[in-house]
């Protein structure tokens, strides 16, 4: 069917816009795809400002989050970047022939360079990094080096998507075919939008989330202060009641009915009664999440060993597609 491959920043606690844009979609590819590979992208997570001390963790906490959405070892590699050495080794080949201006049109690159100035004496020393500007390289090399062909994101990275496959194009017409074209897979809650500003989108280092470990009192707490719109209407309006639309979205996404059938049943009711619903919807959705993350964390040496054995197999594919690499850029 399609070799998978998706990854997450382990910069922060993964929030509702990462499980439906993302990880929502990975349970569903495990069962069906040839290959599937699940990364915790922890060198992408250094490029803006963390706590050494505390990256370990970090990265443990974002491997705990995949399980316990439902990513199956048994049936996808659950892998730490950094632990494929292959990842950087490919994004420097891959550097050498994707042209700067590639990069400087992304939008997301001016996006996250204003993040990071945001952040004031944190931020000061990473926002004219290299990285920053080079982070989709990485991101095509993380893709390639699989020969992944089907990538389930969120819509935030399909700009980053589109590069990929440039550079994935360029490689094959200078050196001979070696990548395969990938294909989006981006569904409904692609885009969930921040709580507190609608025109801003969910983040793990920019506007707070919901995050997927958060207790039902903060849940309930912020849902209830959550932007909503003029006017008193239930109804989804992407343009004119972005905050209400957006709370549509993921009460639909969660609990699986149509945005239709969420307005005929809010016709005549406030706000508040749907904001009271969608904040039981969620703890409701989390409920189990939350009880395998705790058992997950509680058998740390397992998901070590689940950890270990797929970065194993991982370098051993990733191993094939360099070789392949080397010998058409007349490295062997
Ligand atoms: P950061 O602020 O550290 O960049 P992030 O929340 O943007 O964190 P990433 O690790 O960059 O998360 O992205 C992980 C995946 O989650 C990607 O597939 C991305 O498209 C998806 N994603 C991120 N934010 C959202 C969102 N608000 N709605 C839907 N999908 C999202
Ligand atoms: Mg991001």
Redesign the pocket.
């Known amino acids: 069917m399609a070799k998978v491959f998706?990854?997450?920043?382990s910069?922060?606690r993964l929030?509702l816009?990462?499980y439906?844009?993302?990880i929502k979609n990975w349970v569903t590819l495990q069962d069906k795809a040839d290959q599937c590979i699940f990364a915790v992208?922890d060198l992408?997570?250094v490029t803006?400002p963390y706590d050494p001390k505390a990256y370990p963790q970090q990265v443990m906490d974002t491997a705990l989050d995949f399980l316990a959405a439902g990513v199956d070892p048994t049936k996808a590699l659950l892998i730490r970047q950094s632990w494929v050495p292959q990842h950087a080794e490919l994004m420097w080949l891959l550097s050498t022939i994707t042209p700067v201006g590639w990069l400087e049109r992304l939008p997301n690159w001016r996006e996250?360079v204003d993040?990071v100035q945001a952040m004031g004496e944190r931020g000061a020393s990473y926002r004219n990094n290299l990285s920053l500007l080079a982070y989709p390289v990485l991101m095509a090399a993380d893709i390639l080096l699989y020969k992944s062909d089907l990538v389930?994101?969120?819509?935030?990275?399909l700009a980053h998507l589109d590069l990929a496959n440039e550079v994935g194009a360029k490689f094959n017409h200078l050196f001979g075919k070696v990548f395969p074209v990938i294909k989006r897979h981006v569904t409904q809650?692609?885009?969930?939008?921040s709580l507190t500003d609608p025109m801003k989108?969910?983040?793990?280092?920019?506007d707070e989330?919901i995050a997927l470990s958060d207790s039902p009192d903060q849940i309930r707490m912020k849902i209830k202060r959550a932007a909503t719109d003029s006017g008193r209407e239930v109804k989804f309006d992407v343009v004119g009641k972005p905050g209400i639309s957006n709370l549509m979205t993921i009460y639909a996404t969660l609990a699986n009915v149509s945005i239709g059938k969420l307005e005929e049943r809010y016709v005549g009711k406030s706000y508040a009664e749907f904001k009271a619903d969608l904040a039981e919807v969620v703890v409701g959705f989390l409920q189990p999440l939350q009880e395998r993350r705790a058992a997950f964390a509680k058998d740390v040496d397992r998901v070590e060993a689940i950890l270990t054995e797929s970065e194993k197999r991982a370098r051993i594919i990733a191993d094939k597609t360099l070789a392949d690499v080397h010998k058409h850029m007349g490295l062997r």
Not at 6 to 9: A, C, F, L, T, V
């Open positions: 998706s990854g997450i920043r910069s922060g929030h816009g990462n439906l844009g993302a992208v992408h997570g803006t996250k993040q389930p994101v969120g819509e935030d990275q809650g692609a885009r969930i939008m989108k969910m983040s793990k280092t920019g989330g």
